[in-house]
């Protein structure tokens, strides 16, 4: 899967996936999401963020669950 609005650079974040090469880690993204924040007040309080990096964003966590396993105690 190709993300284009996900970058890594090891001089940004220390190398965290970002949106677009921002200093905007993937993760607080998805922790805003995560916490009950919508789309649309995450855009109005980032405004340099665009609907399309939360989808890539959520397109990404998908892609990393598909790809780890994870084993939970009983």
């Known amino acids: 899967m190709k993300f284009e ?3 890594v650079d090891p001089n940004v974040c220390t190398g ?6 921002l ?6 993204l998805l922790g805003l999401l995560a916490s009950g924040e919508t789309r649309e007040t995450i855009l109005k309080a980032y405004p340099y963020l665009q609907a399309e990096d939360v989808k890539e964003a959520l397109r990404y966590a998908a892609y990393l669950a598909e790809e780890e396993t994870v084993e939970f105690s009983r």
């Open 16 to 21: 965290k996936p970002c949106i677009r090469g």
């Open 5 to 7: 609005r996900i970058t």
């Open 23 to 28: 200093r905007f880690p993937v993760s607080r």
